[in-house]
T-cell receptor, first 114, second 113 residues
Framework: KTQVEQSPQSLVVRQGENCVLQCNYSVTPDNHLRWFKQDTGKGLVSLTVLVHENDKTSNGRYSATLDKDAKHSTLHITATLLDDTATYICVVGDRGSALGRLHFGAGTQLIVIP | DMKVTQMPRYLIKRMGENVLLECGQDMSHETMYWYRQDPGLGLQLIYISYDVDSNSEGDIPKGYRVSRKKREHFSLILDSAKTNQTSVYFC????????????FGSGTRLLVI
């Protein structure tokens, strides 16, 4: 059973618009949550990591929130650029060490059009 | 420049042939991983290596084995490849701790015919 669900599955926005990506999970324990960006044909690049209850992070035009009670995270992208076209993957870690496992969502495919 | 390098980038093999996927990292990370990525699914863990000759099965180890004789190299071996092993394979490495970053390679696209 999939333990990390992302929505929407795909999303098309115009350059300059804002967008919000959602991640719901059932992983227990949920030590931390990461968002990755995967360009087509490339590897995953870490955008941010959230650790604490009600954590919020900001990395340039990317900002993320985590609600551990609801087991829910959002990734906000502000003023999208064409280069934001990629798949965004939500990942939940069940421990804070290498002994833990990462649980991957299937990703949201974002397409930014001119 | 910190990176994980995977070779080859693309590979076509016939069913029953042996396959060797190579991965190297230049960050002296202790932990390395092999994942596969299939359409519509999240990455699935095949094997994890905690250091030289310290390897553990992941969630889908069947049909695969690994080798780590040096900290910077981690190999994935498919003995007698099967068509359902057609996939994109990613290697990754990490140092320990929550705030340490995971570094992924660019992937090897394997087609088994």
């Amino acid at each position: 059973k999939t333990q990390v669900e992302q929505s929407p599955q795909s999303l098309v926005v115009r350059q300059g618009e804002n967008c919000v990506l959602q991640c719901n999970y059932s992983v227990t324990p949920d030590n931390h949550l990461r968002w990755f960006k995967q360009d087509t044909g490339k590897g995953l690049v870490s955008l941010t990591v959230l650790v604490h209850e009600n954590d919020k992070t900001s990395n340039g035009r990317y900002s993320a929130t985590l609600d551990k009670d609801a087991k829910h995270s959002t990734l906000h992208i502000t003023a999208t650029l064409l280069d934001d076209t990629a798949t965004y993957i939500c990942v939940v870690g069940d421990r804070g060490s290498a002994l833990g496992r990462l649980h991957f969502g299937a990703g949201t495919q974002l397409i930014v059009i001119p | 420049d910190m990176k994980v390098t995977q070779m080859p980038r693309y590979l076509i093999k016939r069913m029953g042939e042996n396959v060797l996927l190579e991965c190297g990292q230049d960050m002296s990370h202790e932990t390395m991983y092999w994942y596969r990525q299939d359409p519509g699914l999240g990455l699935q863990l095949i094997y994890i290596s905690y250091d030289v000759d310290s390897n553990s099965e992941g969630d889908i180890p069947k049909g695969y084995r690994v080798s780590r004789k040096k900290r910077e190299h981690f190999s994935l071996i498919l003995d007698s490849a099967k068509t359902n092993q057609t996939s994109v394979y990613f290697c990754a490495s990490s140092s320990t701790g929550v705030n340490s970053d995971y570094t992924f390679g660019s992937g090897t696209r394997l087609l088994v015919i």
